[in-house]
């Protein structure tokens, strides 16, 4: 089976990406690639992000390997928090906080429009090659739910009447943004 080292400290997005590419593709995560340290993620884009993460475990490994960046765009704060979606409350700062920051931002908005982007970033015998997932759906005034991480209790997909805090992960991969990103780079690998 194909391995790919995923270049990410989040557990949940292991776990997520994981169970996506079952059967497919082995995802060692950095720790288990004996990697460990703070990923640099400086660049003004969702695919410049990616590509600096992934560059950053070829360079050590020389292993297959891609990386993730994702985005909160709402509508009505122009796209923001976008990039800077980890960060929107100050560096260090928690999940929490970035929710209250945002519900904040909106208060008294009737435009609640936000979409989630990622960009996958793939780096195979050192070429990069891109994958993007987009969902659409609003901000919720309050939180719900306590499944997932960051905005999930309070991002709710179009067409459904739940946030993502409150779906399965099966349902959440199923529609989310890195769930179609995932699905293009699963895609991608089964027709090689
Ligand atoms: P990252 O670049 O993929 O680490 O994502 C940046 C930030 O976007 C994260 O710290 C979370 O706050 C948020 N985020 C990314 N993916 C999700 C998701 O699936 N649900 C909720 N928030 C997310």
């Known amino acids: ?85 980890a960060r929107y409350a100050g560096e260090h700062c928690s999940f929490d906080d970035n929710i209250d920051k945002l519900l904040a931002a909106l208060d008294g908005k009737t435009d609640r429009k936000a979409d989630f982007r990622t960009v ?18 609003h901000i919720l005034t309050e939180r719900h739910g306590a499944e997932g991480f960051g905005y999930d209790p309070v991002f709710m997909p179009d067409r459904f009447a739940v946030s993502f805090a409150e779906m399965p992960l099966d349902v959440k991969n199923s529609i989310s943004h890195r769930g179609l990103a995932v699905a293009k780079l699963k895609e991608y690998l089964e027709a090689k």
């Open 1 to 85: 089976m194909k391995r790919l080292i995923f270049a990410t400290n989040n557990k949940h997005k292991v776990q997520e990406v994981r169970a996506a590419l079952q059967g497919h593709v082995e995802v060692v995560s950095l720790a288990e690639a004996g990697l460990a340290g703070e990923i640099p993620e400086t660049a003004d884009t969702l695919q410049g992000n990616a590509l600096q993460k992934a560059q950053w475990v070829w360079e050590r490994t020389h292993t297959d390997c891609f990386a993730d960046d994702t985005g909160l765009e709402v509508d009505a704060l122009d796209g923001a928090p976008g990039v800077y979606s």
């Open 120 to 137: 996958i970033c793939l780096i195979e015998n050192g070429e990069p090659r891109y994958f993007e997932g987009r969902v659409d759906g």
